[in-house]
């Protein structure tokens, strides 16, 4: 039986509930592909909806969520999956024609001004999609991230590097508290504020954060460390328990406070907070895999695996074809 596909310019001409339990079914759904981080996304961001949506007989076969918003360099759109988050499509059956008819719609998006389509997908199974993405014009760049497997907090701390086990003793032999903060405007606003005197770049807004938590109030998770009584850093975590993961967000510490370890603390009671809710993994976020890079270092001594994050990028109009040539004169003047 034929697809009917279409392109929704608001998660709100979809049924919620058919959406969300699309997404929930599906082995690779993400709390990014629910209604209520679809639409915070669209009252808070700069970005217009173009997600395709793919029914069989009345039933979701396929969904892919997708924004058009500005690139970060000249007057050109990309359609992004999505802003904030992961992203990508989700198949249910027939994965070959469902993906088609969705590639296919983006492309017909592609007006002037669109020069591309681009969209993030984790986990070993994003690279089962690279061929058909590959013959339907999207190239792909592999990053990573690392992801601890919760089973108890014993194994996890077996499996910690012996210098995070050192640094964990020395954060624990002092006067500490780790407490949860509630997710409203003035705890956001110190926690964005603090994470950008501590970052080279913007970060996420309060705004889209608030948006967020008025619609699901239990989608995020910030805690602070309290050492001799002050607060010495933040961290801010989505709880995804669609994919059943608690993601690091923000982490939001002053190199001053290092010395009193608000890190190790921090972790530490997310990877035990995330045991006690019954998640699967404790997800640190995307990171260049590189032993070089200190972050990336950093984050593995935690005893988590590499888990693999495709950017998969397409042009979809004829705009796109002086992106990738002015693109390609950037890169030739940097080198």
């Given at each position: ?26 082995d ?32 979701i ?28 499509p ?55 991230k690392?992801?601890?497997e919760?089973d ?5 701390r ?46 996420i ?40 993961r ?11 406070d ?78």
């Amino acid at each position: 039986m034929a697809f009917d596909t279409q392109v929704l310019r608001s998660i709100s001409d979809t049924n919620a509930n058919r959406w969300n339990n699309f997404v929930r079914q599906s082995d690779r759904g993400t709390i990014y592909h629910t209604v209520d981080w679809l639409e915070s996304i669209e009252t808070a961001a700069d970005a217009d909806p173009r997600h395709v949506l793919v029914e069989q007989n009345g039933g979701i076969v396929g969904v892919c969520p997708s924004f058009r918003t500005e690139m970060d360099r000249g007057p050109l759109h990309r359609l992004l999956s999505t802003p904030h988050g992961l992203g990508g499509p989700l198949m249910s059956n027939d994965r070959e024609a469902v993906l088609d008819g969705i590639l296919n719609r983006l492309d017909s998006c592609g007006t002037a001004g669109t020069a591309v389509s681009t969209f993030l997908m984790e986990g070993a199974s994003a690279l089962s999609y690279r061929a058909q993405l590959a013959e339907c014009g999207y190239r792909a760049e592999l990053s990573g991230k690392y992801v601890v497997e919760l089973d108890s907090w014993e194994a996890v701390r077996e499996r910690l590097s012996k210098d995070r086990r050192y640094e964990l003793r020395k954060a624990t032999d002092q006067s500490f508290a780790v407490e949860k903060l509630p997710a409203e405007r003035t705890v956001l606003s110190t926690v964005c504020d603090h994470y950008r005197e501590t970052v080279d770049e913007g970060g996420i807004s309060p705004e889209f954060l608030q948006t967020v938590a008025e619609r699901a109030p239990d989608s995020f998770l910030i805690t602070t460390a309290v050492v001799d009584g002050e607060r010495r850093g933040y961290h801010v975590y989505v709880t995804d328990d669609v994919s059943g993961r608690l993601r690091h967000l923000i982490a939001a510490v002053a190199a001053e406070d290092y010395e009193h370890y608000p890190s190790q603390l921090l972790h530490r009671h997310g990877m035990r907070h995330a045991i006690d809710e019954g998640y699967d993994y404790y997800d640190m976020g995307g990171t260049v895999v590189d032993h070089r890079d200190s972050v990336s270092s950093y984050k593995r001594q935690y005893g988590g695996r590499i888990e693999p994050v495709m950017t998969f990028e397409s042009g979809i109009s004829p705009t796109s074809l002086v992106y990738r040539f002015g693109r390609l004169l950037l890169e030739a003047n940097r080198e």
